[in-house]
């Protein structure tokens, strides 16, 4: 079975643009998070999802959205992008419920020059 | 604020030299205590779900334990292929799942031959 699927796996944006990554929960998970790790840090939370509907998000700007889509898949937007975003991204699946085996991909790596 | 802290930074072990990982952890309504392994430019591989004090789970040369106020992850004669970073995280119901976890800064462990 596949895992957390991810994509684009690296990508190089400039200052000012604006970045979509993809995520594709393991087959039958409901729950969907998003996580932002920087170089020589634990990973951050930025958003869940669960049932399509957003269940919590973290300390992060505005300028970052996500949504999930029937399918349970995943996208997250990130606007007007500064240096300081440069990391790696990571989605995280879940069935939800009871359920709580949290499972990653391997990530977006995002370098904004 | 929700806090997990891990301790050493950084460990270096000869193979077959056991020692433990720290994870100390103050989590609002905690309903999850989680280990990882990341290697170097990958998403975190699972490792354990704890959930309540006096718990214990093992895998292969790795045990894990949980009390009120701290985990550890206790590595048994490792060898080289040991060698990653292991993160703590504390898990708590955001809605009805367990999507939000928050992370230490992870403990890399170097094992020599």
């Known amino acids: 079975d596949a895992g957390v699927t991810q994509s684009p796996t690296h990508l190089i944006k400039t200052r000012g643009q604006h970045v979509t990554l993809r995520c594709s929960p393991i087959s039958g998970h409901k729950s969907v998070s998003w996580y932002q790790q920087v170089l020589g840090q634990g990973p951050q939370f930025i958003f869940q999802y669960y049932e399509k509907e957003e269940r919590g998000r973290g300390n992060f700007p505005d300028r970052f959205s996500a949504r999930q889509f029937p399918n349970y898949s995943s996208e997250l937007n990130v606007n007007a992008l500064l240096l300081g975003d440069s990391a790696l991204y990571l989605c995280?699946?879940?069935?939800?419920?009871?359920?709580?085996?949290?499972?990653f991909g391997e990530g977006s790596w995002l370098t904004v020059v | 604020e929700d806090q997990v802290t891990q301790s050493p930074e950084a460990l270096r072990l000869q193979e077959g030299e056991s020692s433990s990982l720290n994870c100390s952890y103050t989590?609002?309504?905690?309903?999850?205590l989680f280990w990882y392994r990341q290697d170097p430019g990958k998403g975190p591989e699972f490792l354990f779900t704890l959930y309540s004090a006096g718990e214990e789970k093992e895998k292969e040369r790795l045990k894990a334990t949980l009390t009120k106020k701290e985990s550890f992850l206790h590595i048994t004669a490792p060898k080289p292929e040991d060698s990653a970073t292991y993160l703590c995280a504390g898990g708590n119901a955001g809605g009805t799942s367990y999507g939000k976890l928050t992370f230490g800064q992870g403990t890399i462990l170097t094992v020599h031959p």
């Open positions: 989590v609002s309504g905690l309903r999850g």
């Open positions: 995280a699946s879940s069935f939800g419920g009871s359920e709580n085996t949290i499972y």
